[in-house]
């Protein structure tokens, strides 16, 4: 008998669900069985940047998985690197690297630890700092970490290796990141570490650390990138293509019945892995309205956030406010003209006034390229005649950027406020 | 009137004298008359590994070099890196690399500056240890200063970039020593850095990082390396190329005169610059015999480290033992046999036992390369048949192997002892 074989395979299933990888899914059995053989919880590792306290449905995916380890019985250490934060980038090179001081450190921190008790169970989860083990690490002491691991293998880490190859710097403090990443995973004797597919790296040098301080290698979860609300870029603040936790329901719920369809599918798969392929399978045979399901999944994220009634007003106020006007509830953004249908309208101004572009100028290379369309024609010029064409006479317009941009232009009495 | 104009330029001179590089001599030059002018002495600084505490000849050309500093007034920071030796190699691939406990460290640099003071003025010498201000480094300071230097300029370094190329593995701990022996310069206030041609990325390194911390950059001299006896290699103990600093003043002659003419005058040119030319003019017009010359350089280094008087009596005595028997001065090696020239000789095993070979394998390969010579001809099989040849008949046979190592190899009774 292995093992694995005492291990509960539903629970692992729900351990396994969603992720991009798992190195790997025999040994996170073998780890649970032990743990449960022991009587004592697993160590799950989460990693954190203490600059960066505003969180967004994006970092909800990984605490999902943390909070799917805490149901179990499990202890998630969320781990705030303060040690390099406050150290910087000595280098100078990176402006968004700035060293922060304790005071801001201290501050960020607890904003954070706030927001991610909206998802993980307090009571299961230890918050560290790794200044704890890194400040009492002398220069020999790192001398020694970097002796475990080669300039090769660190140049492999995908942005190292384009860096190289572009002859772009790489500071040398920049190689021992990861390295220091990995020490806390020894420091934090972490048996199983989860972070974002892009961190797949990382976790694995933390893996290898371990086994070469004849440590039980930490097992390693890595789990997709939540695209943001424009469905191309990663979902981030700074991009301005996030759905914050902290918004108000109503911003919240508006924000996700804005994504396409399409992308709806996608959030669906990140942020409710156990119910993604049933709802794909329920607008595919037509028996659920995708408009439906967008606005269950939005529901749901109000529902975590602020709960399950303030969920059911925003859904409400959602409606009242726009499918009572019959506007498409996708790719929906509303600018107020209050006027009629003018003769002729200049286009660059309107894209940037709607948000769909950031600037006139962006604007009119984009209608050069031939990416704008209006009521579905691609535009010819910056100018638009409404007049040229007696079949719109419609005063709101479907102005559509590429594929992921559109908004509908309502003029006149009837724009909503 | 510039600062260098006050320098005295036959000072200058003599510091510049048989080195391969000076970053820069101009910088040598104001830094020579800051120093007139203020009134103190430059610090000049010469790093050491505390591992190989055998002087010999190879050591002696830095030495040399900071002996001059030292006769016009200045200080040499003899620097040993006991912080890096006590560390040794965490990767655990190079053996060579052990990690030396404090007692060997300091056992060995005892032995060390004994035998550097044999060319160095005690009272003008500091003796440091890097452990001083590398101990109380920690890993956050350590990781400031990588960010000072990039991956791609550490790269460059020959030996790096050689094995980066050939995918031979490099720890990422390498790349922090060149750092590491940088900082000691900052730490000492180095005004100059001397080292092997070899050291010049290294002493560039610290140059560099005194002008990130604001520091005048610190000037240096790289010397040319010894070849060791011969002609091929580094002078290296382990090769058993060397002529050691406390070897008996007839081991020290004997090993000189057994160099070739062309050798004599690269070990002049390294180890008696001011003499080289003058020397090589005599030699080339026919004033003065190669043999001469060589007995010259012979008696003055054994002069250096055990008198005049010894070196007298050492080229006596090689006079005695050797030129009475018309044997030829350079590359000879005796081989006792003991007895009267056999009519087949197994030539493989005379060039191990007589040292030529390492071993009986390497001889076969180089007979076969047909790069061994008895008496001007090429071998052509692993046995001699002294028979063969009516003009053989000598008891004495010159054996060659290649173009550097040759011996005379004298049977019977008129072997010397």
Known sequence: MTASSAVDEAALDRLVRGTTAVVSRDELSDRLAIAAKEGRPLRIKLGADPSAPDL????????????DFQ????????????????IGDPSGRSEGR???????????????????????????????????????????DLIRLCGQYTVARILERDDFSARFREQRPIGIHEFLYPLIQ???????????????????????????????????????????????????QKMSKSLGNYVGI????????????????ELMGRWYEILE???????????????????????????????????????DLARERFDERFRKHELPESMVRLWEAGESLPPEIVVPALLTKSGLTKSNSEARRLIA?????????????????????ASNRDPVLLVEVGKRRACRVVFSGRAVT
């Open 56 to 67: 967004h449905l994006g970092h909800t995916v990984v605490l999902n998985k943390l909070r």
């Open 246 to 261: 902290r918004e108000s329901p109503d911003e919240m719920f508006g924000k996700i019945m804005s994504i396409s369809d």
């Open 273 to 311: 892995p156990h119910d993604a392929r049933a709802v794909a399978d329920q607008v595919r045979s037509g028996s659920l309205h995708p408009r439906e399901a967008k606005a269950r999944l939005g529901a749901r994220q109000v529902a975590k956030f602020h709960g399950q009634s303030a969920a």
């Open 98 to 140: 700035r060293p922060l001081d304790p005071e801001e450190i201290r501050r960020n921190a607890a904003t954070y630890t706030d927001q991610v008790f909206a998802i993980l169970d307090r009571e299961r989860t230890e918050v560290r700092m790794n200044s704890e083990w890194m400040d009492r690490m002398t220069a020999s």
């Open 182 to 232: 990995g020490y806390d995973s020894i420091a934090l004797r972490a048996d199983v570490e989860v972070g974002g597919s892009d961190q797949r790296f990382n976790l694995l040098v933390g893996r290898e650390l371990q086994k070469s301080h004849g440590m039980a290698p930490q097992i390693i979860m890595t789990l997709p990138i939540l695209e943001g609300t424009d469905g191309v």
């Open 71 to 86: 149901e179990l019985g499990h202890t998630v250490i969320f781990l705030i690197g303060d040690f390099t934060a406050r």
């Open 369 to 389: 390229q031939g990416a704008v369309r209006i009521d579905g024609r691609v535009l010819a010029s910056e100018r638009y005649r409404t007049d040229d064409d």
